[in-house]
């Protein structure tokens, strides 16, 4: 009974280009036809035009173009039996990323069923359908392309659909078997290397049987669900702008290649807009089968007013003419944009200059060594000029764009000059690059370390991390405190101590410490250089290295330190003095180990570094036009 109502479907669907019944153990994919009018009417070629809601069925990286919401639907009867409908729709989440959901689905009812003596049996009907999740992304507005390729401004977008076939029958429990489902999925990609000329690829149902990716029915039986590969191109060769040839008419010529199954089949289309509200399609459509390649003509008309259009398309399939078949769609193209009309250049018009730094705003922190900035530029005529920072400008579908190298860290200014034949525009904007660390994102610390690190006061490890958990150890507190007194580091000829030989990656540090007495080694002429550093330790070095003194310990400073401990009249003096904010309303806690992170907190807050601190984050001092010429701890920073 299964085969019988298979064969019955795809004898319906067969004729109307769907499948072939040849091969049984291939499933039906609805999403092979349910391309919209008007693609059907320029011989389903789409790939590389991929716009509008459409472009959900045929290439999903279209969705990385959407700037409004789009919805398509489009319905058909196939040879009066089937019923054919479409709907689709895509709304942006960002000026980058879109999403979309659609369905596809063909129904077919009262088939009359008939045992093996040819006894009737009843009717039944039967749906097959596909519903789609898709998603896209244009990786130039999301920046990602423009940081990866800074010079090209290409645009290159990329889409992915999941499917949920399913097909079922009623009517009948003779039929119960052919109910099935499965998932499946296709990835799309967009590239426009040049304004004129689009370039896209589909591939569908990449998921391999081997990976769980068939139809599954009631009886057991399993289905393939066969990959299809698409490639496609459009070309404008006429239009107001971004075409070969000027023209106030649109004429887009189009061509896709399959590689299905069966073969290779070719699809030709040209669209051609013969008035704002009236387009003429017409194309070539070809179906590989086992018997071989079947070419059909196509045409199509599309009427649009407003953000609506309706599309009808004319599809025969052989000479057969109940074959022929005719395709409506109704769609909504999203909010209408203003559109350039050719006229003549006016005569002697001298442009009015805009020039204005769009993105970052003025006084951005920013972490990258290479800063990507958006331009509003308009009038600057043939002979007018911009730069940024001595950079051009170039121009992308998003706009102008300009990236500026901020090879060092700290304070730069980014200037825009803009000049036609009347206007000059200059514009600024203060900008700080930081340094910064994988780990300390979310840290406690992130600031202090961020700036002791602009400022070459501490680094991190070679991996990109600051560890800023881990204890200090004494060779690293020497290395810090000669960076932050920006002592000259002295050529080693012997080891500082005998556990400290010249070669030692601390060991111009330690000698530089040890000659300005702001370390000690122990008695039996050794320094200990891996040895952790505790919190009273710690406080002891930086009062000291900060010029404090010590005071007469008249009250507790922690609740775990009392009047008698040997450091309580420094560790007063350093909790007065602002080092210790951080262990505010808390135990000091002796022996616990200073870590990475405490180090830095409390040499922020010392007179060596809290005043370059100060000059580093205001955004009131600092800059000028010669940014390479900043004074040490505002523009140029030992690393």
């Known amino acids: 009974m299964r085969k019988l109502i298979s064969s019955v479907i795809c004898l319906s669907l067969i004729l109307a280009g769907v499948a072939y019944a ?68 895509g709304i942006p989440i960002n000026d980058a990323v879109a999403m979309g959901a659609g369905i596809v689905a063909t129904s077919v009812n009262d088939i009359k069923l008939f045992s093996h003596s040819g006894s009737p049996e009843g009717t039944a009907s039967y749906t097959n359908g596909v519903i789609f999740l898709s998603a896209g992304v244009n990786l130039e507005k999301d920046g990602l392309l423009s940081n990866l390729f800074p010079n090209k401004g290409k645009d290159l977008l990329l889409g992915a659909s999941i499917k949920m076939f399913r097909q079922s029958s009623s009517g009948s429990e003779l ?6 489902s499965g998932v499946n999925a296709d990835i799309g990609v967009l590239y426009t290397p040049d304004s004129w000329l689009t370039l896209g690829v589909n591939f569908q149902n990449i998921i391999p049987p081997s990976m769980g990716s068939k139809i599954t029915f009631a009886d057991g039986v399993e289905e393939e669900i066969p990959l299809l590969i698409k490639f496609g191109s459009k070309i404008r060769v006429w239009g107001p702008e971004k075409a070969l040839t000027e023209s106030n008419n649109i004429l887009d010529l189009a061509l896709d290649v399959d590689l299905a199954k069966w073969g290779t089949a070719f699809h030709g289309g040209v669209e051609y807009q013969l008035e704002k509200w009236l387009t003429l399609r017409a194309g070539f459509d070809q179906d590989a ?65 805009i020039a204005r730094i769009l993105d970052p705003e003025n006084k951005s922190i920013v972490y ?6 958006k331009l509003e530029l308009e009038g600057l005529g043939e ?4 730069t ?37 525009i200059f514009e600024s904007i203060k900008i700080l690059r930081l340094l910064t660390f994988s780990d300390i994102k979310d840290d406690w610390a992130r600031d202090p370390i961020e700036s002791c690190a602009t400022l070459g006061l501490v680094e991190g490890y070679p991996d ?8 200090l150890s004494r060779a690293e507190l020497a290395t810090l405190l000669v960076r932050a007194q920006n002592l000259p580091l002295p050529n080693v000829t012997s080891a500082p101590f005998k556990d400290v030989p010249k070669s030692h990656w601390a060991a111009k540090y330690i000698t530089a410490a040890k000659n300005e007495g702001l370390v000690k080694g122990y008695p039996d002429g050794t320094f200990r250089p891996n040895n952790k550093i505790n919190r009273v330790e710690g406080i002891m070095v930086f009062s000291r290295s900060d010029g404090l003194e010590e005071v007469d310990a008249d009250e507790v400073p922690f609740p775990d330190i009392s009047i008698k401990h040997w450091a309580a009249g420094m560790i007063i003096a350093a909790r007065d003095a602002g080092l ?8 000091l806690k002796p022996r616990a180990a200073l870590t990475r992170a405490e180090a830095v907190e409390i040499l922020s807050k010392t007179s060596l570094a809290k005043f370059d601190i100060f000059a580093l984050r205001n955004f009131d001092i600092g800059f000028s036009e010669n940014d390479e010429t900043q004074p040490h701890a505002i523009m140029e920073f030992k690393l």
């Open 22 to 89: 040849e091969n049984l153990s291939a499933a039906l994919d609805p999403l092979y036809l349910g391309v919209g009018a008007r693609p059907l009417g320029m011989g389903r070629c789409f790939v590389g035009i991929a716009e509008n809601a459409e472009t959900l069925i045929l290439n999903p990286a279209g969705l990385g173009n959407f700037d409004s919401s789009k919805i398509t639907s489009m319905y058909s009867s196939l040879m009066g039996e089937a019923n054919y409908f479409t709907f689709a729709g």
């Open 464 to 471: 990109g991390t600051f560890k800023p958990g881990r204890a």
């Open 368 to 373: 990258s060594k290479t800063l990507r900035v």
């Open 175 to 180: 039929v119960s078997e052919v109910n099935g």
């Open 383 to 386: 002979k007018g000029h911009a």
């Open 388 to 424: 940024v920072n001595g950079e051009d400008p170039r121009e992308t579908r998003n706009g102008y764009l300009a990236y500026v190298p901020l090879e060092k860290p700290g304070k730069h200014l980014v200037t825009l000059k803009a000049a036609n034949e009347n206007d000059k």
């Open 580 to 587: 210790l904010e951080y262990l505010e309303g808390k135990s």
């Open 289 to 353: 089968s086992p018997a071989g390649i079947a070419s059909n003509p196509t045409f199509g008309v599309g009427f649009k007013h407003h953000d609506f259009s309706f599309d009808y398309a004319y599809h025969p399939y052989g000479d057969i003419s109940e074959n022929t078949t005719h395709f409506f769609s109704i769609s909504y193209l999203g909010e209408e944009k203003p559109e350039i009309e050719v006229t003549e250049k006016p005569k002697e018009r001298k442009p009015t200059l």
